[in-house]
């Protein structure tokens, strides 16, 4: 079931697309964000008053839109961010509020669909996919991560990636992605992993599929900064024992990541959203509201 991006009618007008960030604080979700528009399109997190450290505030769904130019393409993209997401000692309301908010928007879709007349200003605000960032522990996933998978992987393409991967040698960093894909595999979360048919898909479709599934979950790094490197400016890290290049593919996953999102498999997220995803939950809804009604 793998769709190809190909240079279709809407390439001209552009596409929209939307992403979903989620993790806990100090993963680098803001950092990422801007990295990834390379803009200031989440502001800086203010440092935290300690004389109120104590008062959880839960979670907040802040979209973001930015429009950005991919090989000549443009892309009218929207970021949710979920700050607040982990921070709060139980955590099913964080749980209960990003599913709302993803079945809000197709509720609206089937709202619209089911208009006589339809608005010609519509805005499909439906989420395409999730990156979810995991805490670079170096064990393996915590329950609050199958949690959100496992309740969040029916309705949204889940994409899970390592915040902060640089804090992991290269050793533990692979040993890590081996144990979190067990577990996701062990639990049955049904995550994104770059779907492929070896029967009808062509070599190159297949190889470039095989090897983004092979980097799951990606190593992210990121760096809004840019320092000289050979005569070059390159966004990167520096530590005492070395530079880290946040778009070098050998130091981590973050350049093959955004390639994958903004480009390759734009496309195939979106088809898998409105084919799979929403008709389930089209199906699933429309047959609770007949169920009501015969009661």
Same mark, same amino acid.
């Given at each position: 079931?793998?769709?190809?991006?190909?240079?279709?009618?809407?390439?001209?007008?552009?596409?929209?697309?939307?992403?979903?960030?989620?993790?806990?604080?100090?993963?680098?979700?803001?950092?990422?964000?801007?990295?990834?528009?390379?803009?200031?399109?989440?502001?800086?997190?203010?440092?935290?008053?300690?004389?109120?450290?104590?008062?959880?505030?839960?979670?907040?769904?802040?979209?973001?839109?930015?429009?950005?130019?991919?090989?000549?393409?443009?892309?009218?993209?929207?970021?949710?961010?979920?700050?607040?997401?982990?921070?709060?000692?139980?955590?099913?309301?964080?749980?209960?509020?990003?599913?709302?908010?993803?079945?809000?928007? /197709? #509720?609206?879709?089937?709202?619209? %669909?089911?208009? &006589?007349?339809? $608005?010609?200003?519509? =805005?499909?605000?439906?989420?395409? !996919?999730?990156?979810?960032?995991?805490?670079?522990?170096?064990?393996?996933?915590?329950?609050?991560?199958?949690?959100?998978?496992?309740?969040?992987?029916?309705?949204?393409?889940?994409?899970?990636?390592?915040?902060?991967?640089?804090?992991?040698?290269?050793?533990?960093?692979?040993?890590?992605?081996?144990?979190?894909?067990?577990?996701?595999?062990?639990?049955?979360?049904?995550?994104?992993?770059?779907? /492929? #048919?070896?029967?009808?898909?062509? %070599?190159?479709? &297949?190889?470039? $599929?095989?090897?983004? =599934?092979?980097?799951?979950?990606? !190593?992210?790094?990121?760096?809004?900064?840019?320092?000289?490197?050979?005569?070059?400016?390159?966004?990167?890290?520096?530590?005492?024992?070395?530079?880290?290049?946040?778009?070098?593919?050998?130091?981590?996953?973050?350049?093959?990541?955004?390639?994958?999102?903004?480009?390759?498999?734009?496309?195939?997220?979106?088809?898998?959203?409105?084919?799979?995803?929403?008709?389930?939950?089209?199906?699933?809804?429309?047959?609770?509201?007949?169920?009501?009604?015969?009661?």
């Amino acid at each position: 079931m793998a769709h190809r991006i190909g240079r279709r009618k809407n390439v001209k007008k552009g596409f929209q697309f939307t992403l979903m960030v989620v993790g806990a604080s100090g993963l680098g979700r803001t950092t990422f964000i801007n990295t990834l528009c390379d803009a200031d399109v989440v502001p800086k997190r203010e440092s935290d008053d300690p004389e109120m450290a104590h008062i959880e505030e839960g979670i907040k769904i802040k979209p973001y839109n930015v429009e950005l130019e991919e090989d000549g393409v443009k892309i009218s993209l929207t970021v949710v961010d979920t700050p607040g997401f982990g921070d709060m000692i139980d955590n099913e309301h964080c749980f209960q509020e990003i599913l709302g908010y993803l079945e809000r928007q /197709y #509720d609206d879709i089937l709202s619209e %669909e089911s208009r &006589i007349k339809r $608005n010609p200003r519509f =805005r499909d605000n439906r989420v395409h !996919a999730l990156l979810y960032f995991i805490t670079p522990t170096g064990h393996s996933l915590r329950e609050i991560d199958l949690e959100l998978m496992k309740r969040l992987s029916p309705r949204i393409n889940v994409i899970p990636v390592i915040g902060k991967a640089d804090s992991l040698t290269p050793n533990e960093l692979a040993d890590f992605k081996k144990r979190i894909m067990e577990d996701i595999e062990h639990h049955n979360i049904p995550i994104y992993n770059f779907p /492929y #048919d070896p029967e009808e898909d062509d %070599e190159e479709t &297949i190889e470039e $599929n095989s090897e983004l =599934r092979s980097l799951l979950p990606f !190593a992210l790094i990121g760096c809004e900064e840019e320092i000289m490197v050979n005569g070059r400016k390159v966004r990167a890290r520096q530590y005492p024992w070395g530079i880290v290049e946040v778009d070098n593919s050998q130091h981590c996953d973050f350049a093959k990541l955004r390639f994958a999102l903004l480009s390759s498999h734009l496309q195939d997220l979106k088809e898998i959203t409105h084919d799979y995803l929403y008709e389930n939950y089209r199906t699933e809804k429309l047959s609770r509201n007949a169920e009501n009604l015969s009661e």
